[in-house]
């Protein structure tokens, strides 16, 4: 299990490696390091043992993946994912079952406004008058 730990590890530093893409000499340690954790695992327990982010890597479509479109750090779902929190949160907490405090008994048109004032945000799209600054 610990040779399992150690191939897995060093793989993991490999794929988070941030910034600059993957030089052949990490693609070639990335695969070798793939193959020996998928032997291993199907030697300890079986099919059974691998699971779909496992055949993932040890099946080579990681390493396809790293080879096509380069480091794989750029494609990383956090964002996304904390942005569906962030509008579940508002439609469980403001939309009130009827649309929040305004008129409007839709639940859309809050969660659209929201998102419209993250988008200006994130794109430093908001205008002067609202952060107080003068130019």
Not at 2 to 17: P, V
Not at 63 to 87: D, P, V
Not at 98 to 117: C, E, F, N, Y
């Amino acid at each position: 299990m610990e040779k399992c730990l150690h191939h897995y590890r060093e793989l993991i530093i490999i794929l988070r490696k941030k910034g600059a893409n993957y030089t052949k000499e990490e693609i070639s340690l990335f695969e070798h390091h793939a193959n020996h954790l998928l032997q291993l695992l199907v030697e300890l327990h079986g099919r059974d043992g691998v699971t779909n982010y496992i055949h993932m890597i040890g099946s080579g479509h990681m390493l396809a993946y790293m080879k096509r479109w380069g480091n794989q750090t750029k494609y990383s779902q956090q964002g996304w994912e904390a942005l569906k929190a962030l509008i579940k949160l508002f439609f469980f907490r403001r939309t009130n079952k009827g649309g929040g405090r305004s008129s409007v008994k839709g639940k859309l048109i809050p969660i659209g406004q929201l998102m419209q004032q993250r988008f200006f945000w994130i794109c430093n799209l908001v205008p002067n008058k609202i952060l107080g600054l003068k130019l």
